[in-house]
């Protein structure tokens, strides 16, 4: 049973434009989320976390926002660029371990 | 040093050989990590390790044999591998357990 769950394998964007990444979780302990970028051939990068007790963490570029109440969390990236075209992946971190989603493949196209 | 390095890179074995790959971070992290990631999969948690011990295991087959020698250091031990434990093998470390985890670039492994 997926425990996190991310239902779009892939996103294609126009530079500059707004990329939105969605994620849904199942197991409301769940207290604190993370977002990492993956390129071919590399480990994960990680770009942010957020913790339960906020809705919302940004970092740059990088704006994610958790709904609690629909235990779902979204990763916005303004604007998008090339270079951002990697897997990115959503992981809750329950006691020490990171649930990864299955990851969604943005494209941005210049 | 704010990174996790892996060795090797790559890694083609058979199925009666013995291997090791060999994860180092040097960034005072007390926690370290063995995940194994197949083709348009996520990374899928291994072996948890917390100032040095074992924390957690999922249930990993024997094959797979973990070793933490120090804090900076990670090792993990293969033999008799199948050809579907053919993956890529990323180490994790993190500043304890829970915290947010730094990947390493991963070995490939291909087992003939």
């Known amino acids: 049973d997926q425990q996190v769950k991310q239902n779009s394998p892939s996103l294609s964007v126009q530079e500059g434009r707004i990329s939105i990444l969605n994620c849904d979780y199942t197991n409301s302990m769940f207290d604190y989320f993370l977002w990492y970028k993956k390129y071919p051939a590399e480990g994960p990068t990680f770009l942010i976390s957020i913790s339960s007790i906020k809705d919302k963490n940004e970092d740059g570029r990088f704006t994610v926002f958790l709904n609690k109440s629909a235990k779902h969390l979204s990763l916005h990236i303004v604007p998008s660029q090339p270079g951002d075209s990697a897997v990115y992946f959503c992981a809750a971190s329950p006691a020490g371990k990171l649930i990864f989603g299955q990851g969604t493949t943005l494209q941005v196209k210049p | 040093d704010t990174e996790v390095t892996q060795t090797p890179k790559h890694l083609v074995m058979g199925m009666t050989n013995k291997k090791s790959l060999k994860c180092e971070q040097h960034?005072?992290?007390?926690?370290m990590y063995w995940y194994k990631q197949k083709a348009k999969k996520p990374p899928e948690l291994m072996f948890v390790?917390?100032?040095?011990?074992?924390?957690i295991n999922e249930s990993v087959p024997s094959r797979f044999s973990p070793e933490c020698p120090n804090s900076s250091l990670l090792n993990l031990h293969l033999h008799a591998l199948q050809p579907e434990d053919s993956a890529l093998y990323l180490c994790?470390?993190?500043?304890?357990?829970?915290?947010?985890?730094?990947f390493g670039p991963g070995t490939r492994l291909t087992v003939l």
């Open positions: 960034m005072g992290h007390r926690a």
């Open positions: 994790a470390s993190s500043q304890g357990e829970g915290g947010i985890q730094f």
């Open positions: 390790y917390s100032y040095e011990k074992l924390s």
